[in-house]
């Protein structure tokens, strides 16, 4: 592994740990359930741009990594353009569908289309200034880019426990996601000194390169959207099939688990530059032995973030955080399946470092389990999360199968 890179990335892991608590605990004490359900439907708006950033910095990077035979200027234009046009489509379908929700399923509009608003422009923004973090992360240094993120996501996480305990309430969103806008642009922004685009003929510059990436972009951008249906369709049906309280704890607990999935999968983002070198020289034991390393590291953190929470929960040390989450047999049932989604990205990520996106009838199979387990679930009355499980269990499988002959295959 690129030990700077992971030792800014450990660092990073830690402030999650140690901020997070302290985040879920202070919105469940200043939220009711309808303010926790309208900041967890904030956060999904938002989480929109990963459907119009289309996975597109990844392969931005991987060119960047691997010396594509596309010259760096013709990347830079394809990559500053590419975002800026996503970013204004990203505000434009976002703040469209907000509204509507807002309207037919929150119905309470004036409480919250201002921080959806704001929250959704700062979003945009974040999403039209990634040509900096692809060429940092790609070309500069993967050391500079971890380091300016792990600064940028400790100022961001400061700015929002303290707008929350001042009572920005909702609008503690923008104003988090504003300070990290801010910060990683000015970190990054100084290391773009050999950063040019072509002034003249720019948009045929930017053509061209879009077609030779199009059979990569075209199936990653189907593979990313659909995945934000994987990720965030909890969060969208939560609310309409179930009211109040109950409907709070659901999303309240989910958004916990994922945290703690967030945390465990880091160390597979990382690493995406460094195995991609390493595949691209053919060295098969140390990239096998980084994927053990991964696999190691994570499901251990994993596991002992979530029994420390699944003990402290139980103990009900702080009853206004403890009362936020669902039972035990639902708990249970949760952190499997985000254990189940952690194996799965780790794989899943570690093969697109080949350059190919084989996932995407994998991604709509699990993207549909996730839309209607919990209808599932409601109209049959199991656990909340036990359909999650049932149906994702064999595609994980199919994953290690198809991992297992990637590398018997390259290396044989």
């Given amino acids: ?26 919105i469940s ?25 289309g996975g597109v910095t990844n ?4 060119n960047y990594i691997t010396g594509s035979k596309i010259n760096i200027k013709s990347i830079n234009t394809f990559s500053y353009l590419w975002f800026l046009l996503v970013s204004i489509i990203l505000f434009i379908v ?15 509009f004036e409480a919250v289309i201002f921080p959806l ?11 039209s200034i990634l040509y900096i973090d692809a060429y940092v992360d790609g070309y500069i240094s993967s050391v500079i880019y971890r380091k300016s993120l792990l600064i940028s996501n400790l100022v961001s996480t400061i700015v929002l426990i303290a707008a929350i305990e001042l009572d920005f309430t909702l609008y503690s ?36 390169v879009y ?12 593979t990313w959207s659909i995945g934000y249906v994987f990720w965030n369709a909890t969060f969208w049906i939560t609310p309409i099939l179930f009211q109040g309280e109950i409907s709070a704890s659901i999303l309240f607990s989910y958004a916990v688990f994922k945290s703690v999935y967030d945390v465990s999968a880091s160390f597979i983002h990382s690493n995406i530059p460094l195995i991609t070198k390493k595949i691209n020289e053919k060295l098969t034991f140390p990239i096998k032995n980084i994927l053990f390393k991964i696999l190691t590291v994570s499901s251990l953190l994993y596991f002992m973030i979530a029994l420390i929470l699944i003990l402290f929960i139980n103990l009900n040390i702080i009853e206004s955080l403890s009362s936020r989450f669902l039972n035990n047999n639902e708990l249970i049932f949760l952190a499997i399946l985000f254990y189940i989604i952690l194996l799965k990205t780790i794989i899943h990520n570690f093969i697109r470092c080949y350059q190919i996106e084989p996932f995407f009838y994998f991604v709509v199979y699990n993207a549909i389990i996730m839309l209607f387990s ?39």
């Fill in 211 to 222: 077609k030779r990436f199009k059979s990569l972009i075209q199936p990653t951008i189907k």
């Fill in 374 to 412: 919990l209808v599932l679930a409601n109209y049959t009355g199991c656990s909340f999360f036990m359909p999650h499980v049932l149906f994702l269990v064999p595609m994980l499988g199919i994953s290690f199968l198809m991992l297992n002959k990637k590398l018997n295959i390259t290396y044989e």
């Fill in 94 to 108: 976002s703040l469209t569908l907000g509204i509507l929700y807002i309207e037919y399923v929150l119905n309470s």
């Fill in 117 to 127: 608003l704001l929250a959704s422009f700062v979003s945009s923004l974040r999403v």
């Fill in 59 to 62: 392969i931005v990077k991987r």
């Fill in 173 to 208: 969103v923008f104003l988090s996601q504003l300070a990290q806008v801010i910060i990683i642009y000015f970190l990054l922004k100084k290391h773009m000194g050999t950063f040019e685009i072509y002034q003249k003929k720019k948009f045929i510059v930017f053509r061209s």
């Fill in 1 to 26: 592994m690129n030990k700077k890179a992971s030792i800014y990335n450990l660092l990073a892991v830690g402030i999650k740990i140690l901020a997070g608590p302290l985040v879920y605990y202070f």
């Fill in 29 to 53: 004490v200043k939220f009711d359930p309808f303010f926790l359900i309208a900041y967890f439907f904030i956060l999904t708006i938002n989480n929109m741009r990963t459907i119009f950033e």
